[in-house]
C-alpha cells in the first residue's frame, strides 16, 4: 500500500552540482507529474507523462529533464544545480479520466 | 485556456466557526474540480471532488463544496472548525486540452489558521 514514494526526502547540493529525484508509484498509473512548491505560489508543474515512453514539459521545465522508461518510475533530473531550484519537489500520479492526483511526501532540497 | 483562483492566501477562524475557503475558475471545457489539504512537512490529499451529479459534494473531515456553474465557483466549506483542521488548502481544476491531456492547475493555496 505505498502509493507514490519519493526519495530522498532532503538534500543538500552545492552549485553546479546534479543530482536525480526518484519517484516510483504502484498504483499502475499512466500519468505522473513533477511539481515544485514555492512558499505562496503554489504548485507549478515541471515535466509530466501520459504513459512508458511519453514525457512533456509542464509550465517550468528549465534547468530539469525526465525520463520514463517504465510505468513505475519517474526520475527528475537537474544537470546544473541553481540556487533558484531551491524548493519542495513533489511527485504525483493518476489513472487518465476523472480521477484525482496521488501524491508523494516531497523532497526538499537546498541549493547553496 | 483554465485558470484557479484562490481568494485569501490566510484564513483564521475560532475554533467551532464556520470555515469558508473560496475557490473560483475558468475553464473552457466541462471541468473536474478537486479540493487538496496540506499538512507541514507532507504531500497533499485528496478531501473532495467534483465530476459529474450532484452539485454538493461531501468529503473527508466534515467538508464539503459545492460546484455553482453559473457563478464559476467551488468553495469549500465546513460548520465547526476544529484545530486539527490547520492547514493549506489547495483547489484544482482538471480539464482535457486542445491536445488531448488532462491537464491539471492548482490555485495558490489558502492557510486556515484555526484559533482556540
Known amino acids: 500500500n505505498a502509493g507514490v514514494t519519493q526519495t530522498p526526502k532532503f538534500r543538500i547540493l552545492k552549485i553546479g552540482q546534479s543530482m536525480t529525484l526518484q519517484c516510483t508509484q504502484d498504483m499502475n498509473h499512466n500519468y505522473m507529474y513533477w511539481y515544485r512548491q514555492d512558499p505562496g505560489m503554489g504548485l507549478k508543474l515541471i515535466y509530466y507523462s501520459v504513459g512508458a515512453g511519453i514525457t512533456d514539459k509542464g509550465e517550468v521545465p528549465n534547468g530539469y529533464n525526465v525520463s520514463r522508461s517504465t510505468t513505475e518510475d519517474f526520475p527528475l533530473r537537474l544537470e546544473l544545480a541553481a540556487p533558484s531550484q531551491t524548493s519542495v519537489y513533489f511527485c504525483a500520479s493518476s489513472s487518465p479520466l476523472n480521477q484525482p492526483q496521488h501524491f508523494g511526501d516531497g523532497t526538499r532540497l537546498s541549493i547553496l | 485556456a483554465q485558470s484557479v483562483t484562490q481568494l485569501g492566501s490566510h484564513v483564521s477562524v475560532s475554533e467551532g466557526a464556520l470555515v469558508l475557503l473560496r475557490c473560483n475558475y475558468s475553464s473552457s471545457v466541462p471541468p473536474y474540480l478537486f479540493w487538496y489539504v496540506q499538512y507541514p512537512n507532507q504531500g497533499l490529499q485528496l478531501l473532495l471532488k467534483?465530476?459529474?451529479?450532484?452539485?454538493l459534494v461531501k468529503g473527508i473531515n466534515g467538508f464539503e463544496a459545492e460546484f455553482k456553474k453559473s457563478e464559476t465557483s467551488f468553495h469549500l466549506t465546513k460548520p465547526s472548525a476544529h484545530m486539527s483542521d490547520a492547514a493549506e488548502y489547495f483547489c484544482a481544476v482538471r480539464a482535457m486540452n486542445s491536445g488531448g491531456y488532462q491537464k491539471v492547475t492548482f490555485g495558490i493555496g489558502t492557510k486556515l489558521q484555526v484559533i482556540p
Open positions: 467534483y465530476t459529474t451529479g450532484a452539485t
